[in-house]
């Protein structure tokens, strides 16, 4: 029986590009980074207040990243919708998609270096 999700992982062929984004742009922290027993260079980050944690991977040896549309993405929560896009899109990161209002308040996409989408949700205030 599983427990908990401890963790995600997507490999990328620029890794300091990628953990750049997810660091200056995301605001994640990074946890750790080692070589495993393969050769796959690994950066393990966590957004705050959180237990599981995103692992980034890089393996030449796999050939090309190919992430096709609509593939898969991480969804963050985030206080300010407005705010986090003009911050975003000064670093080099504009909004993909959104915002749009949803149930739950409104969504944006952005995408992450290589292709990568990842979902902004800002809630709305509770009925």
């Known amino acids: 029986m599983v427990k908990k999700l401890l963790h995600t992982r997507y490999r990328v062929q620029d890794l300091e ?3 750049s984004f997810y660091k200056d ?3 994640l922290q990074e946890i750790r980074r080692h070589t495993s027993g393969r050769g796959s260079q690994l ?5 705050p207040g959180n237990d599981e ?3 980034i991977c890089k393996f030449d040896e796999s050939g090309p990243v190919v992430v096709g549309p609509d593939l898969t993405h991480l969804a963050f929560e985030v206080d300010d919708l407005e705010k986090f896009a003009k911050e975003a899109a000064a670093k080099g990161y504009p909004l993909s998609d959104g915002p749009h ?7 944006a996409f952005i995408d992450a270096p290589e ?3 990842i979902e902004l949700i ?3 205030p509770k009925s």
């Open 53 to 55: 944690e995103i692992e």
């Open 25 to 27: 742009v995301l605001g």
């Open 101 to 107: 209002a949803s149930g739950i308040g409104k969504i």
């Open 17 to 19: 590009k990628t953990v």
């Open 122 to 124: 800002e809630r709305g």
């Open 43 to 47: 950066v393990f980050l966590k957004a």
């Open 115 to 117: 292709g990568y989408e």
